[in-house]
């Protein structure tokens, strides 16, 4: 069965201490894997697409890669203000391409 | 500015009501997409739309409806039949409609809906 999974569910930084969040995943076939930011209350934000294995993409303090078996969001010396809810989602090559979202990581940065 | 829009933020229903939220989007995008999001749990795909005039069943369609009858415009109807509607619903679209590479789906704000 095609699965994601994210981890850690939470995680809380102090200010400028540097992490990564992980999303796991087993498809069939994988299309391509999105992450997204969605503060409370409001729509996912897109922030990445990696299509293969050795991809890396940067923006601002986040960078995502892409390996076979997962995915991982490193946060170098975060602020309060990326504090929010983290996304991955993957699209499984098949009859309906579907997309299958995690259940996100929460993160919270402290001032 | 392109983008997409939802209409309401809020809504309350009494049970046994059928209720529609509003998605319209102006990026030209084919595709289009609906989603329920409940805490602690993914984002859940209601229905989705890769052209005008057909949609597809999403994991947990039962107690919904949609429509497409224009590209900007994807409507979703919560029915009486609908269990548990009380969720947080999120509209999407993206340029390809399932095999494009760039398949990244923008969300819209999202309409909380209550069911009193």
């Known amino acids: 069965e095609d699965q994601v999974t994210q981890s850690p569910e939470a995680l809380r930084l102090q200010e400028g201490e540097s992490s990564s969040l992980n999303c796991s995943y087993t498809?069939?076939?994988?299309?391509?894997l999105f992450w997204y930011r969605q503060d409370p209350g409001k729509g996912p934000e897109f922030l990445f697409t990696?299509?293969?294995a050795g991809e890396e993409k940067e923006k601002e303090r986040l960078k995502a890669t892409l390996t076979k078996k997962e995915s991982f969001l490193h946060i170098t010396a975060p602020k309060p203000e990326d504090s929010a809810t983290y996304l991955c989602?993957?699209?499984?090559?098949?009859?309906?391409?579907?997309?299958?979202f995690g259940k996100g990581t929460r993160l919270h940065i402290l001032p | 500015d392109g983008g997409i829009t939802q209409s309401p933020k809020y809504l309350f229903r009494k049970e046994g009501q059928n209720v529609t939220l509003s998605c319209e989007q102006n990026?030209?995008?084919?595709?289009m997409y609906w989603y329920r999001q409940d805490p602690g749990q993914g984002l859940r795909l209601i229905y989705y739309?890769?052209?005008?005039?057909?949609?597809q069943k999403g994991d947990i369609a039962e107690g919904y409806s949609v429509s497409r009858e224009k590209k900007e415009s994807f409507p979703l109807t919560v029915t009486s039949a609908q269990k548990n509607p009380t969720a947080f619903y999120l509209c999407?679209?993206?340029?390809?409609?399932?095999?494009?590479?760039?398949?990244?789906?923008?969300f819209g704000p999202g309409t909380r809906l209550t069911v009193l």
């Open positions: 999407a679209s993206s340029k390809g409609g399932g095999r494009e590479p760039h398949n990244e789906q923008f």
């Open positions: 498809v069939s076939g994988l299309r391509g």
């Open positions: 990696l299509y293969s």
């Open positions: 989602a993957v699209q499984v090559i098949g009859r309906d391409d579907k997309i299958i």
């Open positions: 990026l030209n995008h084919d595709a």
């Open positions: 739309s890769q052209i005008v005039n057909d949609f």
